[in-house]
């Protein structure tokens, strides 16, 4: 299977980011890339660099107001007498519609949901060519490569089109769909994180021309919280475009796959010609956040299942945070669904 990487993504390198009131290391560490980067290669990837393809496919879903925030904060955020050595906001709008502040301090609460966002120096320079390993994952796939995968990072599914949140900047496997429609093909996204996709969700949410379909935990008490309930079908254009699918913390193999079932079924109907997965490995029963219990095999059996399509799919690496099997997680995936083709 072709891979996507670059090296620039290793920059971005925050330390601390806030949850229930105290500041605690950044669990999305570079150190993830290289246990990635290894479970992939057990699974047969080879790795390229991406293309620069600039900022125009990652400008047809994020405003040009949010990239200029992106691209300008942390060099802003340094000229804040007193300030921390990362972007975290301490202050958020009512609503969307609010003022737009001048402020560096106004603006990173317009544009980062929540303390888990946190911009460092290489943020921007890593968030770029992580979208833009995406766009070229997208790329193998309209060339001809029956399956790739995209070595992400930092992920991309918190992000809206003009807000940043859970870890993410530019949404990848957004991007990388959006790419793939412009080039005529049909996608759909499955989302298999822990977490809900509502970044991706947002971005399409009016539109009919994209299936975004998510697993994951209920977020009645699991992040993100305010998105992801089952009632959320899309809206406009979009109603019954949009597919949640949340389920009980501790939830395992046999219910989650129960459950792929159904995401898959929707993408066939929607007559999708081409997959995104947003393939985040948090849902494992080893991950620091808890939320799923998804074995090895369970894995191998999500990766076969996605095989069973018949179309191309472009895995987009998305969370999974350090733990004794994140690599073999990942090497399960991509072979259980290399082994099913």
């Not at 301490?90 to 929540?114: E, L, M, V, W």
């Not at 977020?219 to 019954?240: H, K």
């Not at 995104?276 to 894995?299: E, K, N, R, Y």
């Amino acid at each position: 299977m072709k891979a996507v990487f670059d090296e620039r993504q290793w920059v971005h390198n925050p330390k601390h980011f806030m949850a229930n009131g105290q500041i605690l290391p950044n669990p999305e560490q570079p150190k993830r890339i290289e246990v990635l980067q290894a479970g992939a290669e057990a699974a047969g990837c080879v790795f390229q660099s991406p293309i620069d393809a600039g900022l125009g496919p990652i400008a047809a879903l994020h405003s040009p107001q949010y990239l200029t925030f992106l691209k300008n904060i942390y060099t802003r955020w340094q000229h804040i007498e007193g300030a921390g050595d990362e972007v975290i906001p301490n202050i958020h709008p009512a609503c969307r519609t609010d003022g737009y502040p001048k402020s560096a301090t106004g603006q990173s609460g317009f544009h980062q949901a929540d303390t888990a966002c946190p911009i460092a120096k290489g943020t921007w320079e890593a968030a770029y060519w992580s979208a833009q390993s995406a766009i070229t994952g997208a790329d193998l796939i309209k060339g001809g490569a029956p399956s790739a995968y995209v070595l992400s990072r930092p992920p991309g599914h918190h992000a809206f089109g003009d807000l940043a949140g859970g870890f993410c900047f530019l949404n990848n496997a957004a991007i990388a769909a959006e790419r793939l429609r412009c080039s005529g093909l049909r996608p759909a996204i499955l989302d298999v994180d822990v977490h809900h996709g509502n970044g991706t969700q947002g971005i399409f949410y009016d539109r009919d021309d994209v299936l975004t379909v998510s697993i994951h935990a209920d977020p009645e008490r699991f992040y993100p919280f305010f998105w992801g309930f089952g009632q959320e079908r899309g809206e406009g254009r979009g109603l019954g475009y949009n597919l949640n699918l949340p389920l009980a913390r501790g939830t395992g193999d046999k219910v989650f796959l129960k459950t792929l079932e159904t995401a898959l079924t929707q993408v066939s109907n929607f007559g999708a010609d081409v997959l995104v997965v947003a393939l985040g490995l948090d849902a494992s029963i080893d991950d620091p956040f808890q939320g799923f219990a998804i074995t090895q095999d369970g894995f191998s059996a999500i990766g076969a299942a996605m095989a069973g399509l018949k179309i191309p799919v472009l895995f987009v690496q998305e969370g999974g945070y350090l733990s004794d099997t994140l690599k073999i997680n990942l090497t399960r995936a991509l072979t259980g669904y290399q082994d099913a083709v």
